[in-house]
């Protein structure tokens, strides 16, 4: 479906009959792309194409991008509220500018490397409205070829959940609850359901509480921040919630490589268990984060010896991993 590049017949852009005074927007779309501009494009083609009733106006932080993304943005939306920043601000920072602008009753965050499907965003506002309590809310994310992409939400870490990921229980069990508890093993996204954290592909929650909890912890440079934020949410009593009626494709990573990645995923958790830990459990959180990078970088280097053509990329991926444990088992810092 081709959007409508304009934005004159959508009902964010709609003008008011003389002598009426035009609706104002009740929800802001904040985007933070870095580096995907093909992406990006075809992000707000489909929220743009595929909202219906929602009035929102839709603010795009550019991360100083390389690839020509501000301008390709400028060029076909021009109704979209662009910010061409000369730096790289960091996922977190950037919401956090663009959220400090808005004058909505609601937010959301949408990644450049997703595609709004049907109604999503309509339903979405809808649920949202209908499910205070929740204070956040999210929907179900699919992979471009339609099967199910669990990481529109997840569940806290806990001790049990981190052992279950460092001994490998959490992959050899994926689809149970009881060893991937953090996945939420098992469940397909296709019901209503209380979760302890919305992923920031495609989070809404209320301007007010946002401002609230000051948005998002800006030591959390890229990845867990939203963690972070539904767990301070939490302890204000929300319940963060899913719902199936809300779902988009997302891609997962589009703009990071591997090997970084999963640095700064490990950076993000170390501070989550740092943050939202007792003191007392802090260090067997850190000590089963070793024991994950440890258990794969030996099992690397065993497979890389019996066949180092197919396994050598495997090996020096955890082997940079583990060179930089001192860093990521840190965590961000304030």
Same mark, same amino acid.
């Given at each position: 479906m081709q959007a409508n590049e304009s934005g004159r017949d959508h009902p964010a852009a709609q003008k008011a009959a003389p002598g009426v005074a035009p609706a104002e927007p009740e929800l802001t779309v904040i985007v933070v792309s870095y580096n995907t501009r093909a992406l990006t494009l075809?992000?707000?083609?489909?929220?743009?194409?595929?909202? @219906?009733?929602?009035? =929102?106006?839709?603010?795009?932080? $550019?991360?100083?991008?390389?690839?020509?993304?501000?301008?390709?943005?400028?060029?076909? =939306? /021009?109704?979209?509220?662009?910010?061409?920043?000369?730096?790289?601000? +960091?996922?977190?920072? #950037?919401?956090?500018?663009?959220?400090?602008?808005?004058?909505?009753?609601?937010?959301?965050?949408?990644? /450049?490397? %997703?595609?709004?499907?049907?109604?999503?965003?309509?339903?979405?506002?809808? =649920?949202?409205?209908?499910?205070?309590?929740?204070?956040?809310?999210? +929907?179900? %994310? *699919? =992979?471009?070829?339609?099967?199910?992409n669990k990481l529109s939400c997840l569940d806290r870490i806990t001790p049990w959940s981190a052992f279950c990921v460092a001994t490998g229980l959490a992959s050899v069990f994926r689809n149970t609850t009881l060893f991937n508890p953090e996945y939420i093993g098992g469940w397909d996204r296709d019901t209503v359901r209380e979760v302890d954290i919305v992923v920031g592909c495609f989070l809404m929650i209320r301007r007010s509480l946002w401002e609230e909890l000051g948005g998002f912890n800006l030591k959390y440079f890229m990845y867990a921040e939203e963690?972070?934020?539904?767990?301070?949410?939490?302890?204000?009593?929300?319940?963060?919630?899913?719902?199936?009626?809300?779902?988009?494709? @997302?891609?997962?990573?589009?703009?990071?490589?591997?090997? $970084?990645?999963?640095?700064? *995923?490990?950076?993000?958790? #170390?501070?989550?268990?740092? $943050? @939202?830990?007792?003191?007392?459990?802090? /260090?067997?959180?850190?000590?089963?984060?070793?024991?994950?990078?440890?258990?794969?970088?030996?099992?690397?280097?065993?497979?890389?010896?019996?066949?180092?053509?197919? @396994?050598?990329?495997?090996?020096?991926?955890w082997s940079g991993i583990w060179s930089a444990r001192a860093d990521w088992l840190a965590g961000y810092q304030a």
């Open positions: 075809a992000c707000l083609e489909t929220l743009y194409a595929r909202t @219906h009733t929602t009035r =929102f106006r839709c603010v795009l932080l $550019d991360n100083a991008s390389s690839d020509g993304s501000a301008e390709a943005v400028a060029e076909r =939306f /021009p109704q979209v509220e662009l910010i061409a920043s000369e730096d790289n601000l +960091g996922f977190a920072k #950037a919401n956090n500018v663009v959220a400090a602008q808005a004058q909505t009753e609601w937010l959301l965050l949408l990644n /450049p490397d %997703t595609e709004v499907h049907e109604g999503a965003i309509d339903a979405l506002l809808a =649920f949202s409205k209908e499910n205070p309590q929740a204070g956040i809310t999210g +929907g179900r %994310t *699919v =992979f471009p070829d339609g099967s199910l963690a972070d934020l539904c767990l301070r949410a939490g302890k204000l009593g929300y319940r963060p919630m899913i719902t199936p009626e809300a779902q988009i494709m @997302h891609l997962v990573g589009a703009s990071s490589k591997r090997t $970084d990645k999963m640095k700064r *995923v490990a950076k993000g958790r #170390a501070t989550l268990i740092r $943050d @939202h830990w007792p003191s007392a459990l802090v /260090p067997l959180g850190l000590g089963l984060m070793w024991l994950w990078c440890a258990l794969r970088l030996g099992a690397a280097r065993l497979m890389a010896l019996g066949a180092p053509r197919r @396994h050598g990329e495997t090996y020096e991926k």
